[in-house]
């Protein structure tokens, strides 16, 4: 899934970055392009644009892409990290509501 000019801007202001540098750009979407293929490996497929469904999936990899976005270091220092619940529970979420296709029944041809 390419980074549209779109989902750039609306991408850059859920991370609250007015003015991006040329490496911040780069960087976010290397960034995006790993949240995308995390939601793919992990069995949720993009849907279908305008639906509920693709508001929650854009924010998880929203989540996903201010995560890695603020955590480049390679240590982290401070208080104790844990996952976010609610991104957690939109993942399942999507994960228990991800479409089944054809491939995935059982039904046989009645010929």
Known sequence: MALTEERRARLL?????EEPTDEELLTLE?????AVGYMEGAG???PAPGTPRAAQYDLCV??????????????ITGTIVADNPSFRRL????????????LDTSEEDSQ
């Open 13 to 17: 202001a859920y991370c609250r970055i």
């Open 44 to 46: 949720i497929s993009p």
């Open 91 to 102: 993942i399942n979420q999507l994960k228990l509501t991800e479409p089944v296709s054809n």
């Open 30 to 34: 290397g960034l995006y392009d790993a």
């Open 62 to 75: 929203n989540f996903m892409v201010l995560d890695g976005f603020d955590r480049r270091d390679v240590t």
